[in-house]
């Protein structure tokens, strides 16, 4: 019987298990990928301030704590359903079963799937897959590609792409469907797109700032946007351009292109056909969370936070006695706000409570500096989720 | 084997002293480096196609590379629905691509178990041990 188990070794995960290990109790981790670190592995951004972001190198800082502390961490182990009994928790593994007296689900985020005609084709993957690929195996995804979905994420990942030395033709909008919904909407896009503006070089900032704060600027921006569209890193981000289909037999040969409307609708008689071997589709994130839900923790939609959300106080519990959340499972932020997450879950496990109300200041310290933010609403959509803890209470 | 590799990175620097690991796809040999998984490693080597979808025979590669779409699953050491961006390369795993079925969703719906519970009920007979409890 553990005094607690951490599913997930991202940063959320490793900084809980570190928390935790400081109070020497007896903690596993497990993760069901091969090295531990989650999505942060995969990370590599400049900052505003122009240092560089290397998620192995944090990944690494976190690894050097826990193993100080001698932290027991599994990789390759999947957990696929927990059970609640009297004493705690049963978590079924591929590798048998786990009991612990507390559990900590940090399983991260997902992408959203956007389907269009053509992305079954070997050389069609989510653009978290290409970050990988890149960054974590350093294998190149194709000679010759384009992004398809323009948000906070996919344009830091076609960023990362380019600095590997990768092709890409430019960034388009998926052609709209019942599916692709906001991601096709160039309006909706836009809006989206100014708040990225400040990790762009000089000639994006000029033109994403100009736009930043006026809804009916926005609106005049979407309308006259560049047919050329607009560079970042010297790759064309296109708004009212969109992919309507990927082409070819047994892999990507090629993209139609179409031009679109200010509301998405294709503009017949634009179709473009252009060459690529690999096509990046970005339909951003949500909270992966059917853990929380296959062992009976209440749930809100909450759009602020990403999508379904596991119900959680401010120092990560449920309203289920021994289970926390940390990280992308209750709300979609950065990697800086995933770990100074778990840190607070890891001391709250611990029941180190004046440990947890510093470490909860941290959290908001660095939600107020961050410099990647997946939705502009973060901190109404954090407050929501408390509330309904309170309904438990 | 370095053709499709990143060997140098302006910011991650160069990719030096890998062990090579040799696996066999579909009977012919290919190397990886140790701590690729098996989707990386033949990515590496050129290879995207890992299976067929079971019913249509249409060619299906990796699409999250990260375990949840179940896109890339392959049959390893005779183990099949393996998920090759999960699974790390070792020496000598025999990997197999997924192949077009007979008839594979012949089952109807009506069928399926509804709770995981009921899935358990169903299949006690094939449980692995509790080892950890
Ligand atoms: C594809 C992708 C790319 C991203 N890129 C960026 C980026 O560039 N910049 C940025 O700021 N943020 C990015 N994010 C957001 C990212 O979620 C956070 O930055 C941060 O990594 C979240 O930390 P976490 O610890 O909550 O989860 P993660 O880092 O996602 O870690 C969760 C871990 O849990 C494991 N896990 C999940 N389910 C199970 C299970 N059932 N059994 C066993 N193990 C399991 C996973 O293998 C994973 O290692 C990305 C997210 C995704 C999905
Ligand atoms: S590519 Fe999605 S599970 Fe492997």
């Not at chain 1, 700032?209 to 979407?222: C, D, G, I, T």
């Not at chain 2, 969703?105 to 009921?118: D, G, I, L, M, Q």
Request: one cysteine or more.
């Amino acid at each position: 019987m553990f005094d607690v188990v951490i599913i997930g070794a991202g940063p959320a995960g490793l900084s809980a298990a570190i928390a935790c290990r400081e109070s020497n109790l007896d903690v596993l981790v497990i993760d069901e990928f091969t090295q531990p670190g989650g999505r942060l592995l995969g990370q590599l951004h400049q900052e505003p301030t122009g240092e560089w972001w290397n998620g192995i190198k944090e990944t690494q800082i976190l690894l050097d704590k826990a193993n100080a502390l001698n932290t027991n961490i599994k990789c390759g182990i999947s957990c696929h359903h927990i059970e609640k009994i009297d004493e705690g928790y049963i978590v079924h593994t591929n590798d048998g079963l786990l009991k612990t007296k507390k559990l900590l689900i940090a399983s991260g985020a997902a992408e959203t799937a956007v389907p269009i005609p053509g992305w079954t084709l070997p050389g069609v993957m989510s653009i978290g897959a290409a970050q990988v690929m890149t960054n974590v195996h350093r294998v190149e995804v194709g000679k010759k590609g384009i992004v398809v979905g323009v948000n906070v994420l996919s344009a830091a990942i076609a960023r990362e792409l380019q600095i590997a030395g990768i092709d890409l033709h430019s960034m388009a909008l998926p052609v709209s469907n019942p599916v692709t919904k906001d991601h096709a909407h160039p309006g909706k896009v836009m809006d989206g797109l100014v708040r990225i503006a400040h990790l762009a070089p000089s000639a994006f900032l000029r033109f994403g700032s100009k736009f930043a704060q006026n809804a009916k600027v926005r609106e005049l921006a979407v309308k006259f946007y560049p047919k050329g569209g607009v560079k970042m890193w010297g790759m064309p981000i296109h708004i009212r351009k969109a992919i309507s289909q990927i082409n070819g037999t047994d892999k990507v040969e090629s993209v139609t292109m179409v031009d679109v409307t200010p509301e998405g609708k294709i503009i017949p008689g634009t179709e473009e056909i252009i060459k690529v071997d690999f096509v990046c589709i970005a339909g951003g994130l949500y909270p992966l969370s059917e853990l929380a839900s296959v062992v009976g923790c209440p749930f809100r939609y909450i759009e602020e936070l990403g999508g379904h959300v596991p119900v959680h106080n401010e120092q990560m519990e449920t309203p289920l006695d021994g289970l926390y959340v940390a990280g992308n499972i209750t709300g979609i932020e950065s990697a800086k706000v995933a770990r100074a997450q778990g840190t607070v879950a890891g001391y709250a496990i611990a029941e180190q409570q004046d440990k947890v109300e510093k470490a909860k200041e941290e959290v908001k310290a660095i939600r107020e500096a961050a410099s990647i933010q997946f939705h502009p609403q973060i901190k109404a959509g954090r407050a929501k989720i408390h509330r309904a803890f309170q309904e438990y209470a | 084997m370095t053709t499709n590799r990143i060997m140098n990175h302006p910011v991650l620097g160069k990719l030096e002293n890998r062990k090579t690991v040799t696996f066999t796809f579909d009977g012919q040999t290919f190397e990886g480096f140790e701590g690729d998984t098996i989707a990386s490693a033949l990515l590496a080597n050129g290879i995207r196609q890992l299976r067929v979808h079971e019913e249509t025979g249409a060619p299906r590669a990796i699409y999250c590379n990260i375990g949840h779409c179940f896109e890339c699953r392959v049959t390893v050491n005779e183990t099949d629905t393996v998920r090759a961006c999960m699974t790390p390369i070792q020496n000598d795993l025999k990997v197999e691509s997924g192949k077009m079925q007979p008839a594979p969703f012949n089952t109807s719906p009506e069928n399926w178990p509804r709770t995981y519970a009921e899935y358990e009920e169903r299949n006690k007979a094939n449980k692995d041990g509790d080892s950890n409890v």
